[in-house]
């Protein structure tokens, strides 16, 4: 996976050699810049002195975001990428992490007469005058009085000092803030509280071509930008889910292409003379509605079992939706269907000899990472592009592999559970993009973790 950092100069005192530890001589000029990636694992979000043997010296590092704690990792829940510029250019990098429990932080609409933080913002170097943002962290709040909903986004600087969106003496309306529109949607109401899932998501007003956010509030999704928004139209369905159907409830299969939250979508970028520009490419990733139960079954007591599901049989996860073709994972204009399989290459068999890699920087399909819990097993991915709406294939369908992490979070959320008795919890079953410089890096939700292609 080819990463990329993005930097921010910070108006400084001239650095003298010998400041900080570690790293090479200092030039004159060097002053510290704040570096950042989308995170794939972990955050990284480091403050650094640049040298001349290019051995930086680290002056602050920031891993956590406390609002999110303990899903700060986990990628369904939260959204990164750089934002449109134009019509042929990307800007700054933008990441929202979505407050821990947000299910039971606005349990309703109406709610209570207070704002709340639901989600923190961090970019290394974006000024987002739409919706008030700047460099470092910055904090969404939502209040609901009457039945109205509102919204601001409080900009709070770089540092640790400034990461915790829920600490006291922040000012939500405040000459750092920003008033913002809030529009609700609950899907004409036939929706379960459950439906909604505890997530954020970056969106596009397309009339104004501007960035905004989405986020749960309550039995609803609300979307949150400039004063003007008009929020994008959504998915709006049309898929089948023909396999696995027992393992799912009768309207999973319309929420998890009607309610945004569960899938996700961006314009897919491309690399462009070594630059990364956007394609012009629109792409809807949407998960299977089995996803919410079969991943986590029983995963208390025999952690096993949800694995067991994956083990020699290709279990369908996601559709990715184009607008076109995509140079890269074998997605195609239409539909396109995502597989995983688990085991051994005699469990999932794969033609021999392995057809071209889905890129030009994937993975060796011989070289797949081992399972994060039993090292002698594997995962893989199949995409079957350009298929028909139920998932069935047609004679242009073209079938690749790619290998697959796992990610687990199973220990993780077990100790969360044990210092907080009495509550039980679960990551749902969603799927989101993911910028990166060389590809569009894909989420999908399985067993007690979450799967990306490499």
């Not at 905004?212 to 609803?220: E, F, L």
């Not at 919410?292 to 559709?319: C, F, M, Q, T």
Request: charged share 15%; proline share 10%; glycine share 10%.
């Amino acid at each position: 996976m080819t990463t990329h950092t993005f930097t921010l100069c910070i108006l400084a005192p001239v650095v003298v050699m010998g400041l900080a530890c570690g790293g090479g001589p200092h030039t004159p000029e060097a002053v510290p810049v704040w570096r950042f990636d989308c995170p794939t694992e972990t955050v990284d979000i480091v403050k650094v002195i640049p040298t001349q043997s290019g051995k930086d010296s680290t002056l602050e590092e920031i891993h956590d975001i406390p609002l999110s704690e303990p899903v700060t990792n986990i990628p369904e829940y939260h959204d990164c990428q750089r934002f449109l510029t134009g019509t042929d250019s990307f800007g700054a990098t933008y990441a929202v992490f979505v407050a821990f429990r947000l299910n039971g932080v606005l349990p309703g609409l109406p709610g209570a007469n207070a704002h709340v933080p639901v989600a923190t913002i961090y970019t290394p170097d974006g000024v987002y005058d739409y919706l008030g943002i700047k460099p470092g962290f910055n904090c969404l709040f939502l209040m609901n009085g009457g039945g109205h909903w509102a919204a601001t986004i409080v900009a709070r600087g770089q540092g640790s000092a400034n990461k915790d969106c829920a600490a006291a003496g922040i000012n939500p309306t405040g000459p750092n803030s920003k008033s913002l529109r809030v529009i609700p949607n609950d899907y004409g109401g036939g929706f379960a509280p459950e439906d909604f899932p505890p997530a954020a998501r970056w969106d596009w007003d397309s009339l104004h071509k501007k960035q905004y956010v989405g986020v749960r509030c309550g039995r609803a999704w609300c979307e949150v930008g400039d004063s003007d928004l008009v929020p994008s139209p959504g998915y709006g369905g049309g898929l089948q889910f023909p396999t696995l159907q027992n393992m799912t409830k009768p309207r999973w299969a319309t929420r998890v292409q009607t309610i945004k939250g569960w899938y996700d979508w961006q314009e897919l970028s491309v690399l462009q003379g070594g630059t990364t520009v956007p394609s012009h490419i629109r792409g809807f990733l949407i998960p299977a509605p089995a996803l919410d139960s079969i991943n986590w079954l029983a995963w208390h007591e025999k952690p096993d079992l949800s694995l067991k599901y994956y083990r020699g049989r290709w279990v369908h996860v996601a559709y990715a939706v184009l607008d076109g073709n995509y140079p890269k994972w074998n997605f195609k204009l239409g539909v396109n269907k995502i597989s995983l399989c688990y085991g051994t290459t005699t469990d999932c068999p794969i033609p021999h000899p392995p057809p071209p890699l889905e890129a030009s920087f994937a993975t060796p399909l011989s070289s797949c990472p081992p399972d994060p819990t039993h090292d002698t097993l594997r995962w893989w991915a199949r995409t079957e592009s350009d298929v028909n709406a139920d998932g069935s294939r047609k004679p242009s369908t073209k079938v690749t592999y790619a290998c697959i992490k796992r990610m687990d979070h199973h220990s993780d959320l077990q100790g969360w559970e044990a210092s907080n008795p009495n509550v039980s919890y679960s990551i749902p079953g969603a799927a989101r993009w993911s910028y990166h410089p060389n590809d569009e890096q894909t989420w999908t939700s399985c067993p007690t973790g979450c799967c990306t292609k490499q």
